[in-house]
């Protein structure tokens, strides 16, 4: 195993992020090679950490001023041995390619988890929608689709939101898409309710991030009532990972953005969130200003050279980080251990680094790894194209149930597979595994394509 992953870093040096997920990947499924002499034999692992097919191009804007900029923009599409690719666009200035390749390699496995036939992708640029007006981010997304259009399609690339990339983002692609092919078809997921989209897409990826953590609770006979809860991030995922657990009746004390965090130790209630939501998806402002306007919480400027962040180091029972990746290194996760944390569950993708995650695994803490507590958007986004197939709009409880049922099984799925390779409890091979044989066999009998 060691040999095959010193080949993919050599072969493309200084993608960090991407020979991570990598090799997390790799050696958490070495079991299953190891059962499976063929897969050595098909060379599997080198096809399938290899994309289908990268796409690089040039996206130049012009700011109000009249000023020209020019940001880069890329499409990976990983993988559609399980269906057209699927995977999120990213706006933010660190975007690169070992970003895009770890992001596309784990929406590969996350989207097989969800049983729906999605192949993964994933894509985006380092423009940064940041301070820039809605016209600048709409001439943007207009010179970024222009080049993307020829790449996707509802049967080919699905792209959807992630970082940066919101309701509005989205609105602006699918327009340039539309207009530049001449067809209104769901090309795109996350769009708005009056024109395709599906009820539930935006609360999906943070609902299901709690209803995994609420079966991995049921687990031990608990659940996630008056459990005192870390957050991070303050967008889609963290804002809607708060709301069901204040629904469920547990507390959350944290929030942050990429300038700090806040801490309110009574509690972010329905209406404080109701306010964060307003101050972020409207007002586009800082998290800051939420201890400006509730004088209980405090608000601690963000030390990147601290080699620790102080947010995860509140006494609380659960961490649910959800901003974005590499944001708990071992530190972080002893501090969370030290303060009896016992569940750590993963609204954003790759947030715990490798040794937290080991940490975790010895320690015993319910981890929910990303690829598995963080699929309810996708799965959301395929039953959005499902919904567009038909030309048909599900009510939300609707949704919502076939979201509650998609986590319950992968829950099943990641614990049944880790319990067969005599792990129980290890969510994170668990879900590694059980993505990992259902994309393979489909890779197998479609041939060496
Ligand atoms: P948003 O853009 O809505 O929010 C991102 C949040 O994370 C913001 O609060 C942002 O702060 C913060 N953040 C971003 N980059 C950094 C950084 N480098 N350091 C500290 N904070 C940072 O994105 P989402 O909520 O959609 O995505 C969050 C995570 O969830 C990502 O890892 C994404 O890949 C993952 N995810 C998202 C899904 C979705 O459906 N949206 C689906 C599955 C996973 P600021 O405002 O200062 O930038």
Redesign the pocket.
Known sequence: MENEINIIKGRDPGEREFHQAVTEVLESIAPVLEKNPEYRRLKIVQRITEPERIIIFRVPWMDDRGGVHVNRGFRIEMNSALGPYKG?L?F?P?VNLSILKF?AFEQVFKNALTTLQMGGGKGGSDFDP?GKSDSEVMRFCQSFMAELFRHIGPNTDIP?????V?AREIGFLFGMYKKLKNEFTGVLTGKSIGWGGSLIRPE??GYGCVYFAAEMLAEKNSTISDKICLVS??????QFTSEKIIALGGKVITL????GYILDESGIDESKLHFVKRL?NVKRG??KEYADKYKEAVYTV?DHGAGYNPLWNYKADCAFP????N?INETDAQNLINNGVSLVCE???M?VMYGGVKLFLDNNILYGP?KAA?AG??AVSGLEMAQNSMRLSWPAEEVDQRLKIIMKNIHRSSLDAARQYNLPGNYFAGANMAGFIKVVEAMIDQGLV
């Open positions: 999120g990213r933010h660190s992001l940041k959807a939101g992630d970082i940066g919101g999906a990826t991030g303050s967008g889609n995922v963290a942050s953005d990429s300038s972020k800082r998290i963000c959800c901003a974005t990746e944001e609204g954003a993708n947030p990303a963080n958007g996708v």
